[in-house]
């Protein structure tokens, strides 16, 4: 994995409205590429396969999960000012039994990581200390929406609504195969950052669910 860093963004879209190749070449030589061994070695964590990634923030400082299979099905990635250089600061794989991971999504709030096993099962941590949360778990409950496929009848699909922690579907409805449900991270990342954090509940639920959209191709088949 290579990651850029020290980019002056603010410069850069300045050189390129200007055409300044000399400001162009200064931002060049400050930008930093830093090679990560996430997979490329068969000591490397995900020796098999990479397949998602996300950032997320904790304590102001930017971490990079990964998901995959090899020897760690997830890993948690920080940059070290001690030794300059982005190292491995936790993994997780004796307990998932080593499952491959196949998507990974981090919540608004930071406080959960979701997490799609090759079996298709729906696994969600708390993302403090990368506990999986048990289904009679005393965490705060919450609805989630997801596009579900039957194993045996992949011509199928349902839109659901399920609540967790107890992993109860509160709705679920048949869709056409080709639907997808696309969310506004712009609107909702800028709501958030308006609320303070003894905002009420409800208000943070209605403001994600409203930030998503659901569009289903017009067509017979399912």
Known sequence: MLKFSNID???LEESIHNKDLSLAH??????IIE?????QSQDSP???SINDMVIYKSKNKENIIVAGSGKYSLSIWSYSPKEKRTI?????GDILNDVEILKVKVDD???YLFALDE????LI????DFCLLPSNSSYESRDIIVLTEPKMKKLKRYLEIIHIPNYQVLHKIEINRKSWLIKNENHTHQAMKKQNMDIDPSFTRENVLNDLYFIEENSDDK
């Open 9 to 11: 963004l603010v410069k």
């Open 88 to 92: 491995m600061i936790d993994a997780i």
């Open 26 to 31: 200064e931002i060049k030589k400050n930008i």
């Open 35 to 39: 090679t990560i061994d996430i997979g």
């Open 46 to 48: 995900h020796q098999q």
């Open 125 to 128: 941590f708390n993302i403090i």
């Open 109 to 111: 709030q930071g406080k």
């Open 119 to 122: 079996f298709k099962r729906l």
